[in-house]
């Protein structure tokens, strides 16, 4: 069964400043989707930014990037220029590609602290 | 906003009850899924169907179970409820299945269990 871990239970960054959020996952699949969600107070499930396993290239959205490293099974979030609406937790989550189910399986979350 | 529904936005009953969460997918999405999300046991998923037919199980009880309509709503009914089932259910849908499409997730609904 595929595992997703986030080994930091809290990160805090100040405002302005970049931080990086990491998860690890398990799998046996070679092919997959990985994805950050984020979680504001408001318990809104939000996409932030998507990986497919195939493609090379770290994906990018805004001040949202990934460093995605297959081999190693990682794929961690960095927040440039942090503002005060990235307080929030985050979750990595792993998506298997075809073949039945398309569930999503979440690590536990990172916490997110913007200090101003 | 996501597009995806659902309703109601709270739930407070108490144990051995049955209750009915819904839900309405994105406009021309088929795929429904359900997930939990409790303290203990972080983000786990329930079950999913597409276009009506029930495609994957996963951590759902026996007493908890799910339909998707012709109109592509999805109900989640939880029954015997337990102080334990008390979290925040979450629906997501995406466009079509096996396709790696991404899964857009509803406000929740939080049931609280006295």
């Known amino acids: 069964a595929q595992t997703v871990t986030q080994s930091q239970p809290e990160m805090s960054v100040q405002e302005a400043e970049t931080v990086t959020l990491s998860c690890t996952y398990d799998?046996?699949?070679?092919?997959?989707?990985l994805f950050w969600y984020k979680q504001p107070p408001s318990r809104q499930m939000i996409l932030v930014i998507r990986?497919?396993?195939?493609?090379?290239q770290n994906a990018t959205e805004n001040r949202f990037s990934v460093n995605f490293q297959k081999a190693a099974k990682s794929f961690s979030l960095k927040i440039s220029d942090s503002q005060l609406g990235d307080a929030a937790m985050y979750f990595c989550a792993y998506r298997r590609l075809g073949g039945g189910s398309e569930k999503l399986v979440f690590g536990k979350g990172t916490k997110l602290t913007v200090n101003p | 906003d996501s597009g995806v529904t659902q309703t109601p936005k709270h739930l407070i009953t108490a144990t051995g009850q049955r209750v009915t969460l819904r839900c309405s997918p994105r406009?021309?999405?088929?795929?429904v899924y359900w997930y939990q999300q409790s303290l203990d046991q972080g983000l786990q998923f329930l079950i999913q169907y597409y276009n009506g037919e029930e495609r994957a199980k996963g951590n759902i009880l026996e007493r908890f179970s799910a339909q998707q309509f012709p109109d592509l709503h999805s109900e989640l009914n939880l029954s015997s409820l337990e102080l334990g089932d008390s979290a925040l259910y979450f629906c997501?849908?995406?466009?079509?299945?096996?396709?790696?499409?991404?899964?857009?997730f509803g406000p929740g609904t939080r049931l609280t269990v006295l």
């Open positions: 997501a849908s995406s466009v079509r299945t096996g396709d790696g499409d991404t899964q857009y």
């Open positions: 990986q497919e396993a195939y493609k090379q």
């Open positions: 799998t046996s699949e070679s092919d997959y989707y």
């Open positions: 406009s021309g999405d088929l795929s």
